[in-house]
T-cell receptor, first 116, second 111 residues
Framework: DGGITQSPKYLFRKEGQNVTLSCEQN?????MYWYRQDPGQGLRLIYY???????QKGDIAEGYSVSREKKESFPLTVTSAQKNPTAFYLC???????????????FGPGTRLTVL | GENVEQHPSTLSVQEGDSAVIKCTYS??????FPWYKQELGKRPQLIID?????GEKKDQRIAVTLNKTAKHFSLHITETQPEDSAVYFC??????????FGKGTRLSVIA
């Protein structure tokens, strides 16, 4: 899991501002994911991308946007439309295999976002 | 879509005892079931996984069992140690769809 990085580790934002979280991987993985983690809520999927220049909404996409211009990078923008953005954000990647069930995900170290 | 329920939400055991965490899933087509361990402030890390063509898998003190008919799978940790204290997440998926996670179990091992 050392091949997937997120920055910054801590991020503070004023209400009403957009902010972009970085996620980079050098594992040559096709698929990348963004999760939000709140206490007692587990990991909830925000967006995912299985191939460059394509991405799909997850369960809680409202107020977020992503891009996938390069295989290695999958940045997440938290917009001012996200009403409760304070959370721990985790990026993950996996090989998109042709065989069923080939879905082991590796996580980055996370970014803790706090809205002031 | 898939829904994963995980129980219990918290679990305390004495050091040396066993711990069992159970998950149920709703999509009978799910075929991949990983377990992740997350220590405080750290990233989740895969500790064991099982695929639908196998009923049980062991790795030293941890094991996972899968009952496809009942659509549930369990994590078993034997001879627990203080360093096993963490939050454990189960997940399920089919094919190349994203993992769906349970809400987690906070395990405390009391020395």
């Amino acid at each position: 899991d050392g091949g997937i990085t997120q920055s910054p580790k801590y991020l503070f934002r004023k209400e009403g501002q957009n902010v972009t979280l970085s996620c980079e991987q050098n594992l040559n993985h096709d698929a990348m994911y963004w999760y939000r983690q709140d206490p007692g809520q587990g990991l909830r999927l925000i967006y995912y991308s299985q191939i460059v220049n394509d991405f799909q909404k997850g369960d809680i996409a409202e107020g977020y946007s992503v891009s996938r211009e390069k295989k290695e990078s999958f940045p997440l923008t938290v917009t001012s439309a996200q009403k409760n953005p304070t959370a721990f954000y985790l990026c993950a990647s996996s090989i998109r295999g042709r065989l069923a069930g080939n879905n082991e995900q590796f996580f980055g170290p996370g970014t803790r976002l706090t809205v002031l | 879509g898939e829904n994963v329920e995980q129980h219990p939400s918290t679990l305390s055991v004495q050091e040396g005892d066993s711990a069992v965490i159970k998950c149920t899933y709703s999509d009978s087509a799910s075929n991949y079931f990983p377990w992740y361990k997350q220590e405080l402030g750290k990233r989740p890390q895969l500790i064991i996984d099982i695929r639908s063509n196998v009923g049980e898998k062991k790795d030293q003190r941890i094991a996972v069992t899968l009952n496809k008919t009942a659509k549930h799978f369990s994590l078993h940790i034997t001879e627990t140690q203080p360093e096993d204290s963490a939050v454990y997440f189960c997940a399920a998926s089919r094919g190349n769809t994203p993992l769906v996670f349970g809400k987690g179990t906070r395990l405390s091992v009391i020395a």
